[in-house]
């Protein structure tokens, strides 16, 4: 009887302790730009996260978009993708700029996407660059040069892409010395990438440094 006691006592409390579930996806549309607030460039991680994961998972579900943020990260860490990737979509939706590129980049477009896949990460890009979120203006901007089909086209994406690397020197510069690389913008000369990979750099975009090629400094694979 004792030992019954005992089982039933550590199963009562292994259920107390056991994080709660993923919340479900909050977009009831195909696309999460369709559901986006207000959104803000900082984020502050929650760090209650680390001691107890309910809490964090209660958090998040009330709108902490950090606490969102701060949990996907974890749950990225731990291999659990698919969950991560629920959390990261609610840190967006409440409002979290990098969240809705993080989301665009590394969920919508993961593996072939299609072109609904495409069309959706480029809202979600454009959303962040409200904000001046660099990474979301850069990939925003990439995905601009992947659809250019008149010089017309060509050139009004190309300076948008200087003004870009202007305003928000970094990664910026980075896309679109890849973009030029490519000749999806018009002539340009190794000259032309070499500057452009020397203000990435300047902007603190540790992955140009030291490269004069876009392609060489993403080791063959697309931005």
């Known amino acids: 009887m004792r030992s019954l006691l005992l089982l039933l006592s550590v199963t009562a409390l292994v259920a107390c302790t056991k994080p709660a579930p993923p919340p ?13 607030g207000e959104l803000r460039m ?21 709108g902490d978009a950090d606490a969102c943020m701060t949990h996907s990260h974890t749950l990225a860490e731990q291999g659990a993708r698919e969950e991560s990737a629920l959390y990261l979509a609610r840190a967006c939706q409440h409002g979290l700029a990098i969240a809705c590129t993080s989301y665009g980049a590394d969920v919508v477009l993961a593996g072939t996407p299609t072109a609904k896949d495409t069309a ?24 601009m040069a992947d659809a250019v089909t008149t010089p017309a086209e060509r050139a009004t994406v190309r300076a948008h892409l200087e003004h870009l ?10 896309i679109y010395a890849y973009a030029l690389e490519r000749g999806q913008l018009g002539d340009h000369t190794p000259e032309d990438v070499a500057e452009l990979m ?9 992955g140009a440094c030291g490269h004069a090629s876009a392609a060489e400094s993403f080791h063959g694979t697309a931005p």
């Open 42 to 62: 900082q984020k502050e991680p929650y760090t209650g996260c680390a001691r107890q994961a309910a809490s964090c998972v209660d958090r998040c579900v009330k």
């Open 120 to 143: 959706c990460a480029r809202r979600l890009f454009g959303a962040a660059c409200t904000v001046h979120e660099p990474r979301g203006c850069a990939l925003e901007g990439k995905l």
């Open 198 to 206: 020397r203000r990435a750099c300047q902007g603190r975009d540790v």
């Open 24 to 36: 479900p996806p909050v977009a009831s549309s195909e696309c999460v730009a369709d559901e986006l």
């Open 165 to 174: 690397c202007t305003e928000l020197p970094g990664f910026t510069c980075r």
